[in-house]
C-alpha cells in the first residue's frame, strides 16, 4: 500500500482505459512509459567505497566491480499505461524538475569544486573546514537534492515499477479506483 488512495498493482496485458493515478475515463489514452529498476549494485558500491579507503587500486576495481554488477542487474520495461491529460501533464512536469534537480545538484557540486580551486590559499584549520562545506555542499548537490526532488514531487504523481518479471510488471502508485474500475488487477 503507498500513499493514501493507492496501491500496487501487477501488469501483464493490456490494461482498461482507466487513468491508472486519478481512475479518470475521460481524456485517457495510451502513454509509452519505461520502468526501471536498478540493480543490487548497493552493496557493492558500499563494499567498494570502504575499500578505497584502504587501497587506490582495490578500491577501483571493487567500484568497477559494482558497477558492471548494477548495469547486469538492472531490469528494464516498457508499458503502454493509460494517462488522462491532466496526470500525464503532472508526470511529464515532474520529470522536468528532477532533471532540473539533478543539473542544479551537479552545478552546486562543480561550483564547489571551483571555490576550492580557485578561492584564497588557506592551511591549517580553515583549510579543514573549506574542505568539510565542500564536501557537504558536493554530497548535498549530487546525493540529496535529486533524492529529496524525486520524493517531493516525482513519486506523488509518477507510477513507479516496484518489480519486474518476464512478461509482467508490479506498478505502484495505482489509484485503488483503478484498480476496481474495470475487474480484478492483471
Known amino acids: 500500500m503507498g500513499p493514501e488512495g493507492t496501491t500496487a498493482m501487477w501488469v501483464a496485458g493490456p490494461l482498461p482505459m482507466v487513468c491508472l493515478k486519478c481512475a479518470a475515463r475521460h481524456d485517457v489514452k495510451p502513454v509509452r512509459r519505461r520502468f526501471a529498476i536498478v540493480g543490487d549494485g548497493g552493496v557493492a558500491g558500499d563494499v567498494s567505497d570502504a575499500a578505497g579507503a584502504l587501497s587506490d587500486v582495490a578500491g577501483g576495481v571493487l567500484q568497477a566491480a559494482g558497477f558492471i554488477r548494477t548495469i547486469a542487474t538492472t531490469k528494464e520495461a516498457e508499458l503502454e499505461v493509460p494517462l488522462c491529460g491532466a496526470c500525464e501533464g503532472r508526470w511529464t512536469r515532474a520529470r522536468r524538475q528532477l532533471a532540473a534537480g ?18 584564497p590559499r588557506v592551511e591549517g584549520t580553515a583549510l579543514y573546514w573549506r574542505v568539510v ?9 549530487v546525493k540529496w537534492l535529486p533524492v529529496w526532488v524525486k520524493r517531493k514531487y516525482v513519486a506523488p504523481v509518477a507510477l513507479e ?4 518479471q518476464p512478461g509482467r510488471v508490479l506498478l505502484g502508485g495505482v489509484a485503488l ?3 476496481d474500475a474495470d475487474g480484478p488487477p492483471r
Not at 562545506?133 to 548537490?141: H, K, M, S
Open 161 to 164: 515499477a516496484r518489480r519486474i
Open 102 to 119: 539533478y543539473t542544479l545538484g551537479f552545478a552546486l557540486a562543480g561550483a564547489t569544486i571551483l571555490w576550492i580551486g580557485m578561492g
Open 133 to 141: 562545506v565542500a564536501t557537504a555542499f558536493i554530497l548535498a548537490g
Open 177 to 179: 479506483a483503478a484498480v
